[in-house]
């Protein structure tokens, strides 16, 4: 049965070899391809670009808005009634065109939280029935100011968030970077460990299957038990259906590698063990004046707190007291000739409103408004502050975890070493009949978990190392902030 697994595997991986060559891929070169062109990469550069544009649309609206507005044309034609000196009302037939134009450039204004508006327009009348005359109308200049709520100024608070949500999109783009290498890692670790226990599995093949071989020879010859031989071909069997699965695992964990990186399928990989360890020891105190330095978190706590002041400011301000204040002054003239309605004399045009609105009984119902953003607000302090505990205390543990597993990762190593040569040991002693099989069986199995444990090791190793990258946005070997460049301005 080996054999003929052996051999169907022998023409599967010559039928891809002839259609395609094998990628050599290894773990930082695996993390570079998923940073370009992962699904989770495409995720995280679209959110990033969407809050780009939401902060240009902010800073936009600050800065001077010029549009154009009109009418071309009204058209009226109707039955009117029209008073008469004598209280009785004259029913004509009325038909004009009305055209009209404006040219406004308009500036909010943040500190007040008010517009102001330059205006130019103008209008053109033309009566045709019941006397056909033509007039306009101009105004070469309007200064206008509309100040509508006095106790909340949504601008102002916007220009202390919209930063913050700015610098917060930037950092956590960078984060998302390093949350694809870990979610790399653990891909490839996948793959890679299903590759080296495939490998294992076919190693185990064979020397069950020559160890078989010469039990069989010392069995017709009285030198084993019949026991002994039925353990060594049960063994056999075992490792022939260990293989059968430890294939399985390897294409799928291989498939998901390659569909994650946006590798074609059919192409086979050649994974390599990471073999250089960055020696770096990380101090509590040190990773935690990082992270207070370069992650989203400390901005996102910032933004929060000023979102729940913003919360009680608004509800101040929407109580139903209101005073709005509007502001008018421009210069304009009429006429029945275009160039003359842009020639003085000019008349001056003057507006003033002032609105005031005071409920006089609601029955508590600012009151409760108020008190209750208040009682939101002291909720959200209290979770900013639990957050700020679970904050650093992941901190704590990812670090604590990264340093203790440097040390169980050479134990790891040196067991794996320690496990293969006692294999080898135990191996030409069974064979030279100095120990049992059972002993034998224990050496293999032994064999067999140091360098699954030797691997696992590794894998926990790498991504502590990329989870505190995030957690910090540092490189503690290259001793330098992490930083991406993305595809747009940021």
């Not at 902060?55 to 549009?67: D, E, G, K």
């Not at 330059?118 to 005359?133: E, H, N, Y």
């Not at 609105?355 to 900013?384: C, F, H, M, T, Y």
């Amino acid at each position: 049965m080996n054999k003929l697994c052996t051999l169907f595997l022998a023409l599967f991986s010559a039928g891809l070899w002839s259609q395609h060559e094998p990628q050599a891929l290894s773990l930082a070169q695996a993390i570079n391809q998923a940073q370009e062109q992962s699904p989770s990469y495409s995720r995280a550069i679209n959110r990033a670009e969407n809050r780009y544009w939401n902060y240009r649309q902010f800073r936009a609206s600050f800065l001077p808005q010029l549009n154009l507005a009109g009418t071309f044309p009204n058209y009226a034609s109707a039955i009117e009634g029209i008073l008469q000196d004598d209280g009785t009302l004259d029913f004509r037939e009325r038909e004009q065109t009305f055209i009209s134009s404006q040219l406004s450039l308009d500036q909010n204004i943040g500190f007040t939280g008010g517009r102001l508006s330059l205006v130019s327009g103008l209008q053109r009348t033309q009566v045709v029935r019941p006397t056909k005359r033509t007039s306009y109308f101009s105004t070469p200049i309007s200064v206008s100011y509309f100040q509508p709520m006095l106790l909340y100024n949504a601008f102002k608070w916007d220009q202390k968030i919209e930063p913050l949500v700015y610098q917060e999109s930037r950092r956590q783009y960078q984060e998302d970077l390093e949350q694809i290498a870990t979610e790399t890692t653990n891909l490839y670790f996948e793959a890679l460990i299903a590759s080296i226990s495939q490998k294992i599995a076919a190693a185990n093949v064979d020397n069950n299957d020559t160890i078989y071989k010469i039990s069989k020879g010392r069995y017709n010859l009285g030198k084993i038990a019949e026991n002994d031989l039925l353990q060594i071909e049960l063994n056999l069997l075992n490792a022939e259906n260990a293989f059968t699965q430890a294939n399985l695992q390897y294409e799928v964990a291989t498939q998901n590698l390659k569909r994650y990186l946006g590798i074609n399928t059919a192409t086979p990989l050649e994974l390599k063990v990471p073999s250089l360890i960055p020696e770096v020891s990380i101090t509590l105190a040190d990773a935690l004046e990082k992270a207070r330095k370069n992650r989203a978190a400390v901005l996102e706590f910032r933004r929060r707190r000023l979102e729940a002041d913003e919360a009680v400011a608004r509800a101040r301000g929407n109580t139903n007291y209101n005073v709005n204040i509007q502001a008018n002054f421009g210069l304009s003239r009429q006429g029945d000739d275009l160039a003359n309605v842009y020639q003085p004399p000019l008349s001056n045009q003057q507006n003033i409103v002032v609105g005031v609105n005071i409920p006089i009984v609601d029955w508590g119902q600012a009151k409760s408004q108020i008190r209750k953003a208040q009682a939101n607000r002291k909720l959200e302090l209290v979770n900013i502050e639990q957050d700020e505990i679970n904050f650093e205390q992941e901190i704590f543990l990812q670090v604590m975890q990264f340093n203790a597993q440097y040390q169980q990762l050479k134990i790891a190593a040196k067991a794996d070493t320690v496990a293969q040569k006692r294999y080898l040991v135990a191996k030409q002693r069974y064979l030279t009949g100095k120990i049992d099989i059972t002993n034998f069986n224990i050496a293999q199995a032994e064999k067999d978990q140091a360098k699954r444990g030797y691997l696992n090791a590794l894998r926990v190793f790498w991504n502590n190392y990329y989870t505190v990258r995030r957690l910090t946005l540092y490189d503690f070997v290259a001793q330098r902030p992490i930083g991406y460049e993305a595809d747009f301005e940021m």
